[in-house]
T-cell receptor
Framework: DGGITQSPKYLFRKEGQNVTLSCEQNLNHDAMYWYRQDPGQGLRLIYYSQIVNDFQKGDIAEGYSVSREKKESFPLTVTSAQKNPTAFYLC??????????FGPGTRLTVL | DAKTTQPTSMDCAEGRAANLPCNHSTISGNEYVYWYRQIHSQGPQYIIHGLKNNETNEMASLIITEDRKSSTLILPHATLRDTAVYYC????????????FGTGTRLQVTL
């Protein structure tokens, strides 16, 4: 079954802790993206990667880090430096200049 | 990417056509119009996209005006499952372009 998977669906974190969100795709897509969505708002780009071992900052990269060691995987780490990490996080992927497709999302709550 | 303007909310009776407008008066010649929708607490779902010709697929039709300054997404027979936030996005392709999501139109389909 092809697609984009994100795990976990819900994640709780204590203040001051780093946490890593998983994003995996088996669509053979080259580019992968991380977006953040706050209640009632649109999506904002955090990081994106066009190829393995390369990634670029998006509009709101501060407090986040990523890696792209494999084509299929693009994990996002929310560090303790992120001031307001509670949000809905969405991963997407795209092949070439084709359409972006999104995963189901991870809802992160900081306690 | 060009800015888009959409109504905040719309209602539609089940079984009727839902016509969602979008203004993109500053669109440039190489920018496409994309439509996504997001059902509550899920990842955005791709619906359709087009450059200048009208497009139709199994989900919807996209009508783009001749001057390309506005477009309309048509859901021909809306159902309760079509209740969602609909996003109109203008973006270039051929790059790892981010998608700029505004706040979209909240479509409520009622019995």
């Amino acid at each position: 079954d092809g697609g984009i998977t994100q795990s976990p669906k819900y994640l709780f974190r204590k203040e001051g802790q780093n946490v890593t969100l998983s994003c995996e795709q088996n669509l053979n897509h080259d580019a992968m993206y991380w977006y953040r969505q706050d209640p009632g708002q649109g999506l904002r780009l955090i990081y994106y990667s066009q190829i393995v071992n390369d990634f670029q900052k998006g509009d709101i990269a501060e407090g986040y880090s990523v890696s792209r060691e494999k084509k299929e995987s693009f994990p996002l780490t929310v560090t303790s430096a992120q001031k307001n990490p509670t949000a809905f996080y969405l991963c997407a992927s795209r092949k070439g200049s084709d359409t972006q497709y999104f995963g189901p999302g991870t809802r992160l709550t900081v306690l | 990417d060009a800015k888009t303007t959409q109504p905040t909310s719309m209602d539609c009776a089940e079984g009727r056509a839902a016509n969602l407008p979008c203004n993109h008066s500053t669109i440039s010649g190489n920018e496409y119009v994309y439509w996504y929708r997001q059902i509550h607490s899920q990842g955005p779902q791709y619906i359709i996209h087009g450059l200048k010709n009208n497009e139709t697929n199994e989900m919807a039709s996209l009508i783009i005006t001749e001057d390309r300054k506005s477009s309309t997404l048509i859901l021909p027979h809306a159902t309760l499952r079509d209740t969602a936030v609909y996003y109109c996005i203008v973006t270039k392709t051929g790059t790892a372009s981010k998608l700029t999501f505004g706040t979209g139109t909240r479509l409520q389909v009622t019995l």
